[in-house]
């Protein structure tokens, strides 16, 4: 088997999920990482995670950067073809999820909050509350 784990950071990953990730690979599953490389890939990698970069710009509302983010989801999960997507942070539940809805991938998304981006902008988290609905 073969499970996706997504989040905008490694950092994230290891100091959240590490247990989670590790009782996957204990019991042979193919964990696969898509996040954006920063110091903790290395942690990730010792476990057995296999870890491929990503970029996520997480602070970035552009249009264009997330349309990329999108594609670059799609071409990944595509390539993969995992059984099952585990999505964490904002952008790859819903960037993510909609790459993978059009896959037809299964796909579990947490969401531990709505994020500090939306807590001033009523405009952004209006998008933002829609785009978890869809």
Known sequence: MKIIISSNSAWNLYNFR??????????????????????????????????????????????????????????????????????????PNIIGSIASNFLNIKTVNTITGLGSSIINNIKLKKIILFLYKF
């Open 18 to 91: 590490y247990n989670l990730i590790k009782e996957l690979i204990s019991n042979k599953v193919t964990v696969i990482a898509l996040i954006p490389f920063d110091d903790y890939v290395y942690k990730l990698e010792e476990i057995g995670c296999l870890c491929i970069d990503l970029q996520i710009n997480r602070k970035s509302t552009s249009l264009l950067n997330n349309f990329y983010l999108l594609i670059n989801f799609y071409k990944f999960l595509k390539k993969i073809k995992p059984d099952f997507i585990l999505f964490f942070t904002i952008k």
